[in-house]
């Protein structure tokens, strides 16, 4: 089969690309520049811009499948990196290609917590995006993973950078809020597996791991797994930082803004169903951040 993948440049679009091509699948790979025309190890490269249908309409023709991985986790506006523009208009934009190449398979990434009244600018346009997937004709399936961490990873790598410096973690409110995150490489098995299974047409599905543990704990195994004392966690007033981060989260090294702060207390977990339908057994944590935390 012949996948089209946007998005496919990024952390998860990686493993994404490499579990395509070990399945035995061609990809066609949406870039801004550089290696547009190349083909290499399986992928093709192809120019465009996401959030310009025209600039890349052309290139989805031939493929057999679509798959969006587009997505930002901040936005940074004066780059052009709003949820508006990566989330919703992004996603408009492939099923169009999509509906244009006479295409039908379509799968989608979105995030665990998206819903109709999510409070988070990310978890509303996410689930704006999904509402146009949902509406199109093309045979769709979207997936809702959790926190996602792999040898490239934001979170875990800033957290296991933080903790090499010294072992002091100031934690928001009472650290209490679950986590549940995955391994890149399974979500990457979801999406290629999925190509292949017609019974998840029309499905969503949350992806998450099999440790569900607290911030806190979070913090205690990533100190455990680099050989580090654990942490001491100073708590931070939930109120001030509802004041702080207003205020300081357009200065792009702030660790954290409204939205993030947000979505860290609503939590990030799910019943682990989606193993039944995929028929595999998520990574463990530990074991999969010891890869590549120790290493660096």
């Known amino acids: 089969m012949k996948v089209f993948v946007s998005g496919g440049t990024g952390f998860v679009g990686e493993h994404v ?4 091509r070990e399945s035995g699948h061609e990809v066609r790979l949406l870039v801004h520049r550089s290696k547009a025309g190349v083909q290499e190890n399986g992928i093709t490269y ?19 499948a679509v798959i969006n991985l587009v997505g930002i986790i901040r936005e940074f506006p004066s780059r052009g990196a709003t949820f508006e523009r990566l989330h919703v208009q992004a996603t408009a ?18 995030a665990l917590g998206t819903r109709p009244d999510a409070v988070s600018a990310y978890h ?18 979207i997936f809702r993973p959790s926190l996602i961490f792999g040898p490239r990873d934001a979170f875990i790598n800033m957290l296991a950078a933080q903790l090499r410096l010294a072992p002091l973690m100031p934690v928001i409110g009472s650290g209490s809020y679950r986590l549940q995150p995955i391994h890149a490489d399974d979500v990457a098995r979801c999406f290629v597996r999925s190509l292949e299974m017609p019974e998840t047409i029309g499905q ?9 543990l607290s911030y806190e704990e ?8 680099l050989g580090r004392p654990k942490p001491i966690m100073p708590h931070l007033p939930l109120g001030l930082m509802k004041l702080v981060v207003p205020v300081l989260q357009n200065v792009p090294q702030f660790p954290i803004t409204m939205d993030q702060l947000q ?18 057994e998520p990574r463990g944590l530990q074991d999969g951040i010891a890869e590549y935390l120790r290493k660096t």
């Open 17 to 20: 690309c490499r579990a395509l």
């Open 46 to 64: 192809a120019e465009g811009d996401i959030a310009r249908l025209e600039s890349f309409a052309v290139e989805v023709s031939g493929c057999d």
């Open 93 to 110: 934009n492939m099923l169009e290609a999509a509906r244009r190449a006479g295409i039908t398979r379509y799968l989608q990434m979105s």
């Open 124 to 141: 509303q346009t996410k689930w704006r995006a999904e509402e146009m997937v949902r509406e199109s004709s093309l045979e769709w399936t």
């Open 204 to 212: 969503t599905y949350e992806l998450c791991g099999n440790d569900r």
């Open 218 to 225: 979070l913090l205690d195994t990533i100190a455990v797994t």
């Open 263 to 280: 979505m860290l207390l609503e939590e990030s977990i799910c019943d682990g169903a989606w193993q039944h339908v995929f028929g595999f």
